[in-house]
Structures are given as structure tokens and as C-alpha cells.
């Protein structure tokens, strides 16, 4: 069962020029680089989001790009001197509009979530700093993600002034970088006795969304003593929160979840590290948790150390994926007892507890990041220390055997959806978009309530050029629109369809007498929105 594998730390220079094996590590001598979520681009290349730190300087978020094989085609650093900015997760869209979503930490104020818009050729289209100060102490993302129509979801852990234990917040923004709602999940209101809570992931799961993450909570039994447990959170499509479990409460049971699958329309696995004291101590041990889409625990499974090698004292899942109806691959953890030190590498596993494969892969002791790709392999990100103590990003894609993937043949093009090509760059951060007051902020019931209309905006009002701008919003959510405008008497002067999503209709009233008329949206006959608008001939 048995299986290592010994990562050899080179540059990426001479890494594509040597190496069969599909793995590269990426970075200079003696510069720390850091890597955090990987991604599968549109064009099969990759998107590495990290960390890059030379000396004493402070450190700046770095984006890097690769093609198919894992060559460095351009990079971009972020950073405001002397802030220091951490890059966590890169989302993009169908125009190939990338959003990094990160922490900015300054020296004095805190640590606050960053979101970073770049456009599909990679320059700055808006960047937006949420320094909460009026409520909490400090932030940052923790996950994110894009939406079928476009929105952004960010996962955010924010720490109250007041001691209150609300840490886990969702910010739902527009591709344009406005700030619609924010909301706690899981919050101190609704679960009193919760202590510190922490959301790692954020997923959808067909008319389901879930935080997978820990908490820590009162012993079931023991007054005084808390446990950190793992935490599932279920939440509708509307962003309702519909149900928290809290795993193992009534067994006691302690440890952490870091992410979730389906298993099938209405069972899910969520994976993570099971924590249990022996006679050698705490031990840990990679878990597998079953629960329903109802909330309910359905059981679960531990891989002990009798299903792995000698030479493993403790394990720890952080990403899975299905290989196929019966059987997943996740990313891992390792202590190994022959080595002495931690590192990484995989298990392939199924819903039993059963292992039929594993991989420790001596020399990094970094999280993994594990994205399937588009032939059905698995492309691994991780970081990699050197005796120096200093860091490289590393890259490496395996098959569910968990052997390393050749190098792919031949030209591919990249980033297509930019007219030019990219060049690397600094990304320059100052003037940033600082948002403070938490008043300007709607909540997640006041944004509801705002859908249930659709408001129009008249630009110039009052006109005097022969023609008005009418600015729609939420017609997305509704159909068969008419809009139609009426004198003051109730006459009606004009009409036109209004599609899903349009934006906005331009009006042609040069021939309108002057005087006051009432723009008004119906969907299915019944009044959504109304606007005055004042034409001076």
C-alpha cells in the first residue's frame, strides 16, 4: 500500500524544459511564493492565486497564469506599500472577467476583505475594500464564488468589536462591484451558546447552497468545556438560512470540515480531519461526514490508521472530488512517523471507508487545492518549502491513480478572449474603492423586499433635449413587461415591450407636449415600478 514520492524543488524554467511528468514548481530563488486556490481556466490553462514576499518587503497578492502544462504565461503582483495583500481565490466569468477576492493588511487598522475586478486581458476594472470599522475588528474572505446571472458571492470571516460571536457572512455583489447585502450565518442571535465560527467553503449544490467550516460549542454534557466541531450550513436560493448541524454533538465528537459533495440528490459527504486523544496523544484522522439536505447527520466514516501505511500517524482531508459512483479522490494531509515531518498527497476512497490508494508526496507541508479538469484528471496546487525556509508555488495534475500526468503536445491558444496579449505586471492598488459604514449596506430582507419592484430612473429629469434615458432594474426576475406611459390625465401616449434583463429604453419626446408624465412598468398586468418625468419643450 505503501507509495512516496519525492518533489524535487527547481525552478519553472528548467522544469518545462526537463520534465515528462506534468509537474512544475513556480518561483526565483531565495522569494517566498506562496500558492492558494488553483483553478481550471476557460482555455484549459490555469490560474494560481498566492503570495509572493522577497526579503523584508511586504508581501503582495500574486496571480499567475499557465498553459496546459503548467508554463508560466504571465503573472501580475498586487500590492499598496506598505499594506501587505494576501490573494485567496480567483473566480471568473463567461467574458473572462477575473475576480480576486483577498485580504488587505494594513499595519494599524486591521485586516479587511479585498475584491479585485480585472478585466479578460488582466488590468484593473475596479478594486473594493470593506473596512467595516463602525462594527468589527478585522476580516477576510475565505471563499468565493460566481453566479448563474452574474452576482458574486463571497464568504468572509469578520470579527465583531462588541464581542459578539457573528463571524460567518456572505457579501453578495454585482459584476460592477456594488455591494447589494451582507448577512451572518449560523449567528449569535439564533444559536446563543456557539463560540468562535469560522465558514471554510462556500458551494451550490443544484437549489442548495452550503458552508462547510466548524464551530466551536458547549460540551453536551460537561458545563464550561467547548469542543471545536465541524459545521454545515444549508441556505435556499434566496440566501435564507434553512438549517445548521452541527456534527457529532450528541457523541461528542470533535474536528473540522473543510468542503462538501453530493452524493446524491439529497445526501451529501462533507470531508475533513476527525480530532480523538489516545494514549500517544491528540491524533488526528482523515473524515468523512454524511448528512441530508434536511440537516440531519447519517453517519460517517474515519480513516484510521490501519487502513493506511505504517509509516502514517495521522491524516486530514481538505478537497474531494467524485472519480465515479463509487469512489472519490481527496487532497491530504499527512504526519508521517518514518519522515517526522508533515506533508501532503491523496486518497482515493469510497463512502465506506475503504482506501484503495494513497499518495504521501514528501516535501511540502502546505493546504492542497484540488480542481477536476477537463479530460477527468485532477490538477493539485500546493506550495513547496526548501531547506532555506523559503517558498515556490507548486502545480502538479495526477489521474485517479493517482499517477502524475504527462506533458500534453502541441500549440493551444490562450486567453482568446483578450484582443492582445497579456503582459505581467504590477497591479496597483491604491485608490481603492474604502467602504466603512455598515448604514450604506441594505440586509438581505431589505434587498428581498427591493425585488419585489422594479425601479425606474429618469436621466436628464427634467428634459429639455427631445429625449429621456429610463434606467430598469430587476427585470430579470419578471416577464411579459409592458412599459407605458401616461399623461396626467391617464392618457396613454406610448408603449413597448420590456425584456428580461434589459437595463434600460431610451424615449423620444420631442413631440411631447410639455408637462408631467407617469412611466410605468407592468408585468403580467400588475404595476411593478412608476417613475414622473417632467418633459419642458
Not at 483577498?102 to 487598522?109: L, P, R, S, V, W
Not at 498527497?345 to 465506506?352: A, K, N, Y
Not at 429618469?458 to 427631445?466: K, L, Q, R, V
Request: charged letters at 20%; hydrophobic letters at 35%.
Amino acid at each position: 500500500m505503501k507509495k512516496l514520492f519525492l518533489f524535487l524543488g527547481v525552478l519553472f524554467t528548467f522544469t518545462s524544459t526537463i520534465a515528462q511528468k506534468w509537474e512544475q514548481t513556480i518561483g526565483e530563488p531565495y522569494i517566498t511564493e506562496t500558492s492558494n486556490r488553483g483553478i481550471e481556466h476557460y482555455d484549459k490553462g490555469y490560474i494560481l492565486t498566492g503570495t509572493i514576499t522577497a526579503g523584508y518587503d511586504d508581501g503582495h497578492g500574486w496571480v499567475v497564469k499557465t498553459d496546459i502544462n503548467g508554463n508560466v504565461l504571465w503573472d501580475k503582483a498586487f500590492g499598496v506599500d506598505p499594506d501587505q495583500v494576501i490573494l485567496d481565490n480567483t473566480q471568473f466569468d463567461a467574458q473572462g472577467n477575473m475576480y480576486m477576492f483577498g485580504t488587505m493588511k494594513q499595519d494599524i487598522e486591521g485586516d479587511w476583505p479585498l475584491l479585485v475586478k480585472l478585466n479578460a486581458c488582466g488590468e484593473k476594472e475596479w478594486c473594493k475594500y470593506y473596512g467595516f470599522t463602525e462594527e468589527f475588528k478585522y476580516g477576510f474572505f475565505t471563499d468565493a464564488m460566481v453566479l448563474n446571472n452574474g452576482d458574486l458571492l463571497g464568504l468572509a470571516y469578520m470579527v465583531n468589536k462588541e464581542g459578539h460571536q457573528d463571524r460567518i457572512f456572505l457579501y453578495y455583489v454585482s459584476p460592477d462591484g456594488v455591494l447589494k447585502w451582507k448577512k451572518s450565518y449560523a449567528s449569535c442571535d439564533n444559536y446563543p451558546l456557539f463560540e468562535d465560527r469560522l465558514g471554510r467553503r462556500i458551494q451550490q449544490f443544484d437549489d442548495i447552497f452550503i458552508i462547510s467550516g466548524y464551530v466551536n460549542s458547549p460540551h453536551p454534557n460537561i458545563p464550561n468545556i467547548s469542543s471545536l466541531r465541524p459545521m454545515f450550513i444549508g441556505i435556499d436560493t434566496l440566501f435564507n438560512e434553512k438549517w445548521v448541524l452541527e456534527f457529532g454533538l450528541e457523541d461528542n465528537m470533535k474536528g473540522k470540515a473543510h468542503t462538501s459533495i453530493p452524493i446524491n440528490d439529497s445526501l451529501f459527504m462533507g470531508v475533513g480531519r476527525y480530532r480523538y486523544s489516545d494514549t500517544t496523544g491528540m491524533t488526528k484522522d482523515a473524515w468523512a461526514m454524511f448528512y441530508n439536505d434536511k440537516g440531519q447527520q447519517t453517519g460517517y466514516k474515519r480513516i484510521t490508521r490501519d487502513k493506511l501505511g505504517y509509516e502514517v500517524s495521522e491524516s486530514t482531508f481538505y478537497e474531494v472530488e467524485r472519480i465515479n459512483d463509487n469512489m472519490y479522490i481527496s487532497t491530504a494531509g499527512f504526519y508521517s512517523t518514518e519522515y517526522d515531518e508533515p506533508t501532503i498527497g491523496e486518497i482515493v476512497f469510497d463512502t465506506s471507508g475503504a482506501v484503495y490508494n494513497y499518495v504521501m508526496r514528501i516535501g511540502s507541508v502546505a493546504s492542497t487545492y484540488l480542481t477536476k479538469t477537463f479530460d477527468n484528471k485532477y490538477a493539485i496546487s500546493s506550495s513547496l518549502q526548501y531547506p532555506n525556509l523559503s517558498w515556490d508555488m507548486l502545480l502538479y495534475k495526477i489521474n485517479a491513480y493517482l499517477e502524475q500526468d504527462t506533458l500534453y503536445p502541441g500549440n493551444y491558444t490562450y486567453d482568446s478572449l483578450c484582443p492582445r496579449t497579456i503582459e505581467s505586471g504590477i497591479i496597483d492598488l491604491a485608490g481603492c474603492d474604502v467602504i466603512t459604514s455598515i448604514g450604506e449596506i441594505p440586509t438581505l430582507e431589505e434587498y428581498h423586499k427591493g425585488l419585489q419592484s422594479i425601479p425606474i430612473k429618469a436621466s436628464p429629469n427634467p428634459t429639455s433635449t427631445g429625449e429621456v434615458l429610463l434606467e430598469m432594474e430587476n427585470t430579470g426576475l419578471y416577464a411579459n413587461m409592458q412599459l407605458k406611459v401616461f399623461d396626467v390625465y391617464g392618457k396613454q401616449i406610448h408603449s413597448e415591450k420590456v425584456y428580461p434583463h434589459q437595463g434600460a429604453t431610451r424615449l423620444n419626446v420631442s413631440q411631447w407636449p410639455s408637462g408631467m408624465y407617469i412611466a410605468t412598468i407592468f408585468s403580467n398586468e400588475q404595476v411593478k415600478g412608476k417613475c414622473k418625468v417632467l418633459v419642458r419643450q
